[in-house]
């Protein structure tokens, strides 16, 4: 029978593998560059760390671990015949793999808070596990590559988050849209109208303003049970436009008695015009639809939109307020983002953006005509490698189309040849296997032409 894996998780091929270190290095890089340190946490996570964190739904979608040894140990013959599975698993499992990085890190910071310099700043690239149903661009086992900055109230945190993915994007040559908002300001809209409980139908039927036009969001607004008081109160909102600055001052007038809005507007200021003085590269858009994750975010929230391919976000994150309140250490704010990998990796391959060197290996193939050859062939090899150039010898004496045929296969832009007279004259032919020019070369010579 042959071999297969589990549904919703991935093989990644040698081409592949090459493609995704570039994009972790590349997020790996510009983290560091702003003070950000990696931290790593373990694949499995006690269960009484995991459960009650993401919700009902969240729990069910736990991969947990059986207990090693016997795991019906604390089990009933009554308890197995009643076949109540989640009560099974609570005596079976103690443990089990983790859904995010978030609920780690919080964990994290409480265990270590001691010898933890505040603000911390860190990242995380590590996998994650869903025991979700599988569908195209949904899996099991993905990565995630969050961010986040945690024991300070201070919106420049949010102001280098910014400028972290715009300089994320500009090296990968992904053009992109950031869009912002803010939780005070949704929280000051629901306030002023007198609708706290209908801020998602208004967000999403504002959303909806360039497919469907004016009419119909208000159309729906009204299905949606809101009066048309308050949907005349909204227009200001739905039709909003103009700059960022625009935009703000019309906000600030709709939530001129909410306090909690204004505070908003004032943040969402606050982080455009820090942002004017660095100048992004990338559009950044005060955007009111913007409505992520409400029950978790409490200031900020954003998201990232690739322009040049129809793709959902690749980017998002946010402000909250108490990232460690659930062990019992409240009070601790932070702000994060996650950047979407494997989105990420999709939007690479369709705009073809891989630099060329981030996906070829060898560099430079030495054929291998047999031993007396091979041992005229390795000294030279440990020079060019101690180069930096990646290189590597064929291991058997194998008919030359042979290992033309590897180089090939492997897409290696250079082979190298010595036989009697390039021994005897102390040099090598080197092939350009892109052009098929060949010339002979000393070893230094050989050097200078790959690596420039």
């Known amino acids: 029978m042959k071999p297969s894996i589990p549904k919703g998780t991935r093989d990644f091929g040698p081409v592949e593998m090459a493609k995704r270190n570039y994009i972790f290095n590349t997020i790996r890089e510009v983290y560091a560059l702003y003070g950000f340190q990696q931290i790593e946490t373990p694949a499995m996570e006690t269960l009484q760390t995991l459960m009650g964190k993401y919700g009902e739904e969240g729990d069910k979608l736990l991969f947990k671990v059986l207990n090693s040894g016997d795991c019906l140990t604390k089990v009933s013959d009554d308890e197995l015949l009643e076949r109540n599975s989640l009560h099974l698993a609570s005596k079976m499992c103690e443990k089990g793999l983790r859904y995010d990085l978030t609920v780690p890190f919080a964990r994290y910071v409480v265990m270590h808070r001691e010898e933890l310099q505040l603000p911390f700043k860190r990242y995380q690239i590590q996998p994650v596990w869903r025991a979700d149903r599988p569908q195209k661009g949904r899996y099991r086992e993905f990565y995630q590559c969050d961010a986040d900055?945690?024991?300070?109230?201070?919106?420049?945190?949010?102001?280098?988050?910014?400028?972290?993915?715009?300089?994320?994007?500009?090296?990968?040559?992904?053009?992109?849209?950031?869009?912002?908002?803010?939780?005070?300001?949704?929280?000051?809209?629901?306030?002023?109208?007198?609708?706290?409980?209908?801020?998602?139908?208004?967000?999403?039927?504002?959303?909806?303003?360039?497919?469907?036009?004016?009419?119909?969001?208000?159309?729906?607004?009204?299905?949606?049970?809101?009066?048309?008081?308050?949907?005349?109160?909204?227009?200001?909102?739905?039709?909003?436009?103009?700059?960022?600055?625009?935009?703000?001052?019309?906000?600030?007038?709709?939530?001129?008695?909410?306090?909690?809005?204004?505070?908003?507007?004032?943040?969402?200021?606050?982080?455009?015009?820090?942002?004017?003085?660095?100048?992004?590269?990338?559009?950044?858009?005060?955007?009111?639809?913007?409505?992520?994750?409400?029950?978790?975010?409490t200031g900020a929230i954003f998201e990232v939109k690739a322009l040049d391919v129809q793709i959902g976000s690749i980017t998002g994150g946010g402000r909250y307020d108490n990232l460690t309140g659930i062990f019992?250490?409240?009070?601790?704010?932070?702000?994060?983002?996650?950047?979407?990998?494997?989105?990420?990796?999709?939007?690479?391959?369709?705009?073809?953006?891989?630099?060329?060197?981030?996906?070829?290996?060898?560099?430079?193939l030495f054929i291998n005509f047999g031993d007396k050859e091979s041992a005229y062939c390795l000294p030279i090899l440990n020079m060019v490698r101690a180069r930096g150039i990646r290189a590597e010898i064929f291991p058997d004496a194998s008919k030359m189309k042979k290992q033309m045929s590897y180089a090939n296969a492997k897409q290696i832009p250079f082979v190298a040849l010595a036989g009697e007279n390039e021994i005897s004259q102390g040099k090598l032919t080197l092939k350009n296997m892109q052009t098929g020019e060949q010339q002979l070369v000393t070893a230094d010579e050989l050097c200078s032409i790959i690596i420039q």
């Open 149 to 297: 900055v945690v024991g300070s109230d201070s919106l420049l945190s949010e102001v280098e988050l910014m400028q972290i993915v715009d300089e994320v994007f500009s090296r990968f040559g992904i053009r992109v849209q950031i869009k912002i908002n803010n939780r005070k300001i949704l929280s000051g809209i629901a306030e002023v109208i007198g609708a706290a409980d209908k801020i998602v139908d208004i967000t999403v039927a504002i959303d909806k303003l360039d497919k469907i036009g004016i009419d119909n969001v208000n159309a729906e607004l009204r299905e949606d049970g809101l009066s048309d008081e308050q949907i005349q109160q909204l227009q200001p909102i739905i039709m909003l436009s103009g700059s960022n600055d625009e935009k703000l001052i019309t906000i600030a007038k709709v939530l001129s008695d909410s306090e909690t809005g204004l505070m908003g507007v004032e943040e969402c200021r606050y982080i455009l015009d820090m942002l004017k003085t660095v100048g992004l590269k990338n559009e950044i858009q005060l955007d009111l639809t913007l409505a992520r994750g409400l029950n978790y975010y």
């Open 328 to 364: 019992g250490m409240p009070g601790l704010s932070g702000v994060g983002i996650s950047f979407g990998a494997d989105r990420i990796y999709d939007v690479l391959n369709q705009l073809d953006l891989y630099p060329k060197d981030s996906t070829t290996a060898t560099q430079l």
